[in-house]
């Protein structure tokens, strides 16, 4: 009997026995059509494909599904799987037309892994972690289901690999948001392979340069004005996990908040790995936690200017690490006795405030990810944003975010600000004479469940998130070192609580460790901070290989750095000027003209006072 086979491809007349198994059938259509896999179902019905399914296997023959000579079947892929090797010119294929040549294994592999959108610049040098995970398939791999009935070399849909971004596999793993690749994949996947994908940030304020009219023109023209937005839950995240290396790295963070109860920021430092529980997922992994100048509050932070970024940027680059979020505390005490804090911030609050979802894009906007699909060469952020807060129990808890794309941009361009009286609710400007605002939408349902269209004047700031996870590994990691007795060197911007960077600490410091466990001394991120940025000797130009001593866990190179003339200038000044820090006479810094009571080096500087 002849059976007439429609694919997306066009159709095909294939000759068997009615006799024939159900498997043969199969075999002869995936030969026929040069498919890829065998991830599809033959059906009656192409709009009730599960219904109709014509299944696999040998122990039914084609006559006991009815089939009559002549009649239509249907081929549907399982999960969007891709079935041809490429898209035809919009020709179906010729009945009459020879069976197509098979790709070589070579092209095969380029079909088969990887991401199918063509690179916009080609120029661009993405984060490692990207450049890996992008030779990866990503497919999720299943074993033989109960009801299998091929053999063991073979697939059918119960069996066969998913697609990274499988809604179903991703529900049943309780994973709210696919990974950005996945999405990557997901463009990849469609007729156009993503030919027409768009992977640009968007743009809030008119085009400058436009030729059609003068600079000074108010509002701009249709060419160079921005079109209207409408806000959207963002389905995928750049970052699916933020791990902290090891628990004394928060410990030693929320040491501040306990001592006074005021809130604390800081910058978060580590790199990007994959990250195996999500399909092409990307984990960042934090290994410190600097704490940039900045006022605390019992109700707020505010940062200030940090004279020493670009040296802890240089410091953490050295190790290969970069700033990879930011960390917040929100934390007010419940019970002292019991140790429970308030928990203010759930599904009935907020989860960050507007306020916080704007300081958020700006830092998002300001590390951009790297990304050669998009044609201004980057597109969204690995930027996290990490809270401490109180959860439902009334412990202390850590919750992650980012914000979507379209925030980072609304945030970017000044056109979002928070509101008076909801930290809920964010407010998109009002257009001015000076600045364009575009029409700003969001989406809710009425109360006849009708979803309708509103002006973001306001808005829930909810539709702006996306969550990201925050963990703990169950096996501990230490880039630096953590000391388990005595005292770790003091933290940075902490003089308020009495935790002072200067010569004297430094040398209490120090007194904790043989000559010989230098290397246990140097290897803290705030130590390195303090020592390079001191002026006394250059040690700056030389700490690149101390550096190099802490990354191989090197003592002896260590030991020999510690005896070259930068170090041991220094700690003959220790010995000289640092033994008895104590005077009753006022004096002023000739450093930073700050003036002293009561010790031989400044307060502020750390410069020695002769």
Same mark, same amino acid.
């Given at each position: 009997m002849i059976l007439r086979i429609q694919t997306s491809e066009g159709t095909k007349r294939i000759e068997i026995d009615s006799d024939a198994s159900t498997k043969k059938l199969y075999e002869m259509v995936y030969?026929?059509?040069? /498919?890829?896999?065998?991830?599809?179902? *033959?059906?009656?019905?192409?709009?009730?494909?599960?219904?109709?399914e014509i299944k696999s296997t040998t122990s039914r023959d084609i006559k006991s599904y009815s089939l009559k000579n002549g009649e239509l079947l249907f081929i549907v892929p399982v999960n969007n799987v891709t079935l041809f090797e490429s898209v035809s010119n919009g020709e179906a294929m010729d009945v009459?037309?020879?069976?197509?040549?098979?790709?070589?294994?070579?092209?095969v592999s380029k079909l088969s892994v990887g991401i199918a959108l063509p690179p916009v610049k080609k120029n661009v040098l993405e984060d490692e972690v990207d450049r890996t995970?992008?030779?990866?398939?990503?497919?999720?791999?299943?074993?033989?289901?109960? &009801?299998?009935?091929?053999?063991?070399?073979?697939?059918?849909?119960?069996?066969?690999? #998913?697609?990274?971004?499988?809604?179903?596999?991703? =529900?049943?793993? !309780?994973?709210?948001?696919?990974?950005f690749h996945a999405s990557l994949r997901k463009l990849g996947s469609t007729a156009d392979r993503g030919k027409y994908a768009q992977l640009d940030d968007i743009m809030c304020t008119l085009k400058p340069g436009c030729p059609n009219h003068p600079p000074d023109l108010e509002g701009g023209c249709p060419r160079c004005r921005p079109g209207a937005i409408t806000l959207n839950r963002q389905p995928y995240r750049h970052v699916?996990?933020?791990?902290?290396?090891?628990?004394?790295?928060?410990?030693?963070? #929320?040491?501040?908040?306990?001592?006074?109860?005021?809130?604390?920021? $800081?910058?978060?430092?580590?790199?990007?790995?994959?990250?195996?529980?999500?399909?092409? $997922?990307?984990? =960042?992994?934090?290994? =410190?936690?600097?704490?940039?100048?900045?006022?605390?509050?019992?109700?707020?932070?505010?940062?200030?200017?940090?004279?020493?970024?670009?040296?802890?940027?240089?410091?953490?680059?050295?190790?290969? /690490?970069?700033?990879?979020?930011?960390?917040?505390?929100? /934390?007010?005490?419940?019970?002292?006795?019991?140790?429970?804090?308030?928990?203010?911030?759930?599904?009935?609050?907020? %989860?960050?405030?507007?306020?916080?979802? *704007? #300081?958020?894009?700006?830092?998002?906007?300001?590390?951009?990810?790297?990304?050669?699909?998009?044609?201004?060469?980057? @597109?969204?952020?690995? @930027?996290?944003?990490?809270?401490?807060?109180?959860?439902? !129990?009334?412990?202390?808890?850590?919750?992650?975010?980012?914000?979507?794309?379209?925030c980072m941009s609304l945030a970017r361009d000044n056109v979002l600000i928070p509101t008076r009286d909801a930290p809920e609710l964010g407010?998109?400007?009002?257009p001015e004479k000076n600045r364009y605002v575009p029409d700003v939408f969001y989406k809710e349902k009425d109360e006849y469940g009708n979803e309708i269209s509103k002006i973001a004047r306001p808005f829930p700031v909810e539709y702006l998130l996306v969550d990201v996870?925050?963990?703990?590994? +169950?096996?501990?990691?230490?880039? @630096?070192?953590? +000391?388990?007795?005595?005292?770790? %060197?003091?933290?940075?911007n902490r003089s308020d609580i009495?935790?002072?960077?200067?010569?004297?600490?430094?040398?209490?410091? #120090?007194?904790?460790?043989?000559?010989?466990?230098?290397?246990?001394?140097?290897?803290? &991120?705030? %130590?390195?901070?303090?020592?390079?940025?001191?002026? +006394?000797?250059?040690?700056k130009e030389n700490i690149k290989h101390l550096i190099d001593a802490i990354k191989a866990k090197d003592m002896l190179q260590a030991y020999h750095w510690r005896e070259e003339q930068p170090w041991a200038t220094l700690e003959q000044l220790l010995q000289e000027n640092v033994t008895g820090l104590t005077s009753s006479d006022e004096w002023t810094c000739k450093q930073c003209?700050?003036?002293?009571?009561?010790? +031989?080096?400044?307060?502020?500087?750390?410069?020695?006072k002769d």
């Open positions: 030969d026929s059509f040069g /498919l890829k896999s065998f991830s599809f179902m *033959i059906c009656k019905d192409r709009r009730s494909p599960e219904s109709s009459s037309a020879p069976k197509p040549v098979q790709p070589s294994v070579q092209n995970l992008e030779h990866e398939t990503g497919r999720i791999e299943r074993g033989r289901d109960a &009801f299998c009935q091929h053999g063991t070399n073979s697939r059918c849909v119960r069996c066969s690999a #998913l697609e990274p971004f499988d809604e179903k596999y991703l =529900a049943e793993h !309780n994973i709210k948001h696919m990974s699916d996990n933020v791990e902290f290396e090891n628990p004394q790295i928060v410990e030693r963070f #929320l040491n501040y908040w306990r001592i006074t109860g005021n809130q604390r920021a $800081g910058h978060l430092y580590g790199w990007y790995k994959p990250h195996k529980d999500v399909p092409l $997922g990307i984990k =960042a992994v934090v290994a =410190a936690i600097y704490e940039p100048p900045q006022q605390n509050r019992r109700e707020g932070i505010k940062f200030l200017d940090d004279p020493m970024e670009e040296t802890v940027n240089t410091i953490a680059k050295e190790f290969g /690490l970069q700033r990879v979020g930011w960390i917040f505390t929100d /934390l007010v005490t419940e019970d002292p006795q019991k140790g429970t804090v308030k928990n203010f911030r759930n599904k009935e609050t907020f %989860f960050l405030s507007a306020q916080e979802c *704007i #300081l958020a894009g700006k830092l998002q906007a300001k590390h951009p990810n790297p990304c050669k699909y998009s044609s201004e060469g980057r @597109f969204g952020s690995k @930027f996290t944003t990490v809270c401490v807060t109180g959860d439902e !129990n009334h412990q202390v808890h850590m919750e992650g975010y980012q914000v979507s794309n379209q407010y998109v400007r009002e996870p925050v963990a703990t590994p +169950l096996e501990p990691v230490y880039t @630096f070192h953590v +000391l388990q007795q005595g005292s770790s %060197f003091p933290v940075e009495g935790e002072t960077q200067d010569l004297m600490s430094l040398q209490s410091y #120090l007194k904790q460790f043989e000559p010989g466990h230098f290397l246990e001394a140097a290897s803290d &991120f705030h %130590f390195l901070v303090y020592i390079t940025s001191i002026d +006394l000797v250059p040690i003209t700050y003036i002293n009571q009561g010790r +031989l080096v400044c307060d502020m500087c750390g410069y020695p």
